[in-house]
């Protein structure tokens, strides 16, 4: 009977849910299409954060779909890294599975296939809901669906493809609620939470927390009856979260135990923002910018609008629930500009541009507001909505002409105009649907017309926006150096059945290491192990302030030699001494480091000492048991400048230019001895934010540019066999002043670098790596410490002999393990800590809720004959 009802729903509301899909697939697509994008085009969605990062995880994932990637552990990122927690965060989506049917070259097109497939999704979840909470004509579920697709926040964060399974499930979520308060049915509820919590735990805070004030605020517009639901709801939503913790408390455990902290609050009121924003970013076709100072994108479309304030003055409504909504919503407006508020919505972590990320809750908001306004709508109410078309239409005029230009400039005279226009056609049309008895039909699809042009005006006029903001990235910027690096990095592999590391010094984004498969240093993520990248820091990579980049360029061969980079990919020779080229492809050569070294060494308990961890030279000095100087610094000769005032204060020197209308640079001149590596150390890591820019480090017809800020202090000069001079032009751009400590040659001798790493060789630990997992042999005649360069995480278990043992790590950061004397086997295995009892906690609350469930319908069955008896 069930089966039949099913087929039956469908068969009545196929067309609509049909609608509800392709509707907004068709607008966003039709959007693209207007940029130059679609699929194989010149052009891709990829744009900011779409290709620095999500392009290359969403390849790491089809690695591991194709076998090729560990579930809980990656090499790739950052010299390792929780693959369960990044996926987490970036890609778990039932969607995401939609990349198996592509290679990772492109991955472009599978990520345009799956943001119109989930903004399709999102279409037909809120007609589901609107179809099950409202009772209003069938094109106005499709128009408010279609509404709620599109909404500013879609598609100006559309980027952000992982944010946007959230908005899938919360309509499911409401409508849960709904069910569990008026059907006592928790099923629903029950299985959109534990999806949206498994999807994505950061965009799913932000729900939980917003549907737990919209159940609180529904049980009070009639408490007498709602307040039986309040254990259903709490137990249903204890359950769902219960289950989640399979994926929650491994992700939550990694971030606390990697260094992640909450943000301070440091002021009451949120700094950059605007009094109007509200209204202007109701305005349609209206976008502002998606960096810092940014107002909230709230818009769903002009007519939710006009019918969620009727809501609020149409006396149809009770005063009870417009308060209650009312103060919902004015709770969402107030989060917004108070930051205390503003911080708990996203999890006491101020966002890295892309503000205001709970923003979709208030528009939301409106539109459910919106539906109840529709349902009560009727022919003698045309007055009241015309006089709210015209009171939001002059606001709108009003505020751009009174508002702060400079903040609002953003407001078009085109977007004026289009919105009043609209709002004019949705006045008329309404009024023509309740006077015409003839051709009833056509009005509804004129008003559906209507809504799709306005959603498509603000949908495109955004996506200009985002183009001229961020610009999406061509495929060529994205298959070219694909085709070259690729083949690469597989003949690597083909050539290596021991762990090995390889770096890209022409790479394609800070993430290449996920979509070619290798083990690298260089990554930008939100999900990362901070305290490695700290450790790192200090042994001169770059990694500032909250460690979301580390940065591989800019470092010395010792460090190459010590993490085990044999492998670097580069456009040019990159003069490093031991590294021969030994492969070629298109712009691309493959240069081979024979001096680096595996994943373990063996050393003994004076490795836990600052003094013998704290720095490159002092490590590899203690891990050789070699005391000869590596490294010694030279001065700098002045020879010329150019458009460049130097001043020196302490141990500072600030170069500013003389006019802007010129490039500024100095040449100096240089003495290197012989058998070295030359830097230049260029350090701007106290510059108190002077530093934003790039320099261009110039050599013997040898240059190379890199930021200052982002990348480590030493710029590679080249290796010298024999003692010269030479001389060094440094060009600074983009930046008017530039604050460095004093700048200096650093020189390495290669001959004390040689006999340093010969000693570890002979203490070296080969690992085996697969998967999450890293086994060697070892043998030593007296106690010993095996020092890794592999990542320390508290998920890592270690086994000598088969028998557990403790893991120590330096610094908080590499993993170390003691080993007796003796021959010995020693297993490194990795499982996300908190995975197994988060397992444990899955079944349990999935059987608990089954039982639950069970018995809370039997009782309501029961309670049902009783009451009709």
Excluded at 266 to 276: I, L
Excluded at 439 to 459: D, G, M
Excluded at 840 to 854: E, M, P, T
Aim: glycine share 6%; proline share 3%; charged share 20%.
């Amino acid at each position: 009977m069930n089966q039949l009802r099913k087929k039956s729903f469908f068969k009545r509301n196929s067309l609509a849910i049909g609608l509800s899909f392709t509707l907004p697939v068709i607008i966003m697509a039709a959007s693209y299409f207007q940029l130059g994008i679609y699929p194989t085009s010149d052009r891709t969605i990829l744009a900011s954060d779409g290709f620095g990062q999500l392009v290359n995880f969403y390849s790491g994932f089809n690695n591991l779909l194709h076998g090729e990637q560990s579930f809980f552990y990656t090499w790739t990122g950052s010299l390792g890294l929780n693959f369960v927690s990044l996926m987490s965060y970036y890609i778990n989506s039932l969607f995401s599975f939609i990349v198996i049917f592509f290679d990772n070259i492109h991955m472009p097109d599978a990520m345009y296939v799956i943001l119109l497939a989930k903004i399709g999704g999102m279409g037909v979840t809120f007609w589901i809901f609107a179809h099950h909470t409202y009772r209003i004509p069938q094109w106005t579920k499709i128009s408010m669906s279609v509404c709620y697709a599109l909404m500013s926040y879609t598609v100006a964060y559309s980027i952000m493809l992982m944010w946007m399974d959230a908005l899938i499930y919360l309509p499911l979520v409401v409508l849960g609620i709904h069910r569990v308060m008026d059907k006592q049915k928790p099923i629903l509820l029950f299985s959109s939470y534990l999806l949206l919590f498994v999807t994505n735990y950061y965009m799913a805070f932000m729900v939980g927390l917003f549907s737990f004030l919209y159940f609180f605020t529904r049980s009070f517009t009639d408490w007498k009856r709602y307040k039986q639901s309040v254990f259903p709801y709490l137990i249903t939503s204890l359950l769902a979260g219960g289950a989640s913790m399979i994926i929650i408390l491994p992700s939550v455990i990694d971030l606390r135990t990697s260094g992640e902290k909450l943000d301070k609050i440091n002021h009451f009121f949120t700094k950059d923002v605007g009094p109007w924003d509200f209204i202007v970013k109701s305005i349609s076709g209206v976008y502002d910018t998606s960096k810092y100072s940014s107002s909230p994108f709230i818009s769903v479309g002009l007519l939710p609008l006009l019918f969620s304030i009727f809501y609020f003055v149409s006396k149809k409504i009770p005063l009870k629930n417009k308060l209650l909504y009312g103060g919902l919503l004015l709770i969402m407006i107030a989060s917004v500009y108070i930051q205390p508020l503003n911080l708990f919505w996203q999890g006491m972590h101020s966002p890295n541009m892309f503000l205001y990320r709970y923003s979709f809750l208030y528009a939301f908001l409106v539109l459910i507001l919106a539906g109840f306004g529709l349902e009560k709508f009727e022919k003698k109410d045309l007055n009241l909505l015309g006089n709210i078309a015209l009171t939001v239409m002059g606001t709108f005029i009003v505020i751009a002409i009174i508002s702060n230009k400079k903040r609002y400039s953003y407001i078009t005279q085109e977007s004026l105009i289009v919105t009043s226009t609209l709002l004019v056609i949705y006045l008329l049309l309404f009024i023509v649907k309740e006077k015409l008895s003839k051709h009833v039909w056509a009005v509804p699809v004129l008003l559906v017309c209507c809504i799709c042009s306005e959603l498509f005006f603000n949908t495109h006029q955004i996506m200009l926006g985002i183009n001229k903001e961020w610009g999406y990235t061509s495929r060529a910027r994205y298959t070219d150096g694909y085709k070259d690096i690729d083949p690469l990095v597989k003949q690597t592999k083909s050539n290596n059945d021991t762990f090995y590391r390889l770096e890209n010094l022409d790479e394609v984004s800070r993430t290449d290491s996920f979509n070619y498969n290798y083990s690298g240093v260089t990554m930008f993520s939100s999900i990362r192990n901070r305290n490695s990248s700290k450790y790192l820091d200090r042994l001169g990579y770059r990694s500032p302030g909250s460690n979301l980049t580390i940065q591989y360029a800019n470092n010395t061969i010792l460090m190459d030699d010590l993490l085990g980079v044999k492998y670097n990919l580069a456009k040019k020779d990159p003069k490093k001494y031991g590294f021969k080229k030994v492969g070629e492809k298109g712009k691309y050569g493959l240069y081979e480091n024979k001096y680096a070294l595996p994943l373990g060494m063996a050393t003994d308990e004076g490795i836990y000492q600052i003094k013998n961890n704290g720095n490159q030279t002092a490590l590899i000095q203690y891990l050789s048991d070699k005391k000869e100087p590596i490294f010694q610094f030279t001065g700098l000769n002045e020879v010329s400048r150019k458009n460049m005032y130097v001043r020196e204060e302490g141990d500072f020197t600030f170069y500013s230019e003389e006019s802007s209308n010129e490039e500024k640079s100095i040449t100096w001149e240089v003495s290197i001895p012989e058998k070295t590596q030359a830097y230049l150390n260029l350090d701007a890591r106290a510059s108190d934010g002077m530093d934003e820019g790039t320099v261009e480090v110039s050599v013997e017809g040898h240059n190379d540019t890199s930021p200052l800020s982002s990348t480590g202090p030493y710029h590679n000069l080249g290796y010298y066999e024999k003692a010269t001079k030479v001389k060094v032009t440094a060009k600074f751009k983009n930046s008017y002043a530039v604050k460095l400590i004093r700048p200096s040659v650093l020189v390495l001798k290669t001959d004390a670098l040689d006999q340093a790493i010969e000693a570890i060789k002979e203490k070296e630990t080969v690992f085996e790596v697969k998967g999450n997992q890293a086994k060697a042999k070892t043998y030593s005649e007296k106690e010993q410490v095996i020092f890794t360069t592999i990542p320390y995480d508290s998920g890592w278990q270690a086994r000598v002999d088969g028998q557990p043992v403790k893991i120590k790590a330096v610094q908080n950061a590499l993993i170390t393990i003691k080993v007796p004397k003796g021959k010995h086997s020693l297993q490194l295995t990795y499982y996300p800590k908190g995975m197994k009892l988060g397992i444990l906690l899955f079944v349990g609350c999935v059987v608990l809720f089954s039982l639950y469930a069970h018995w809370y319908q039997k009782k309501n069955r029961k309670i049902s004959i009783e009451e009709s008896k």
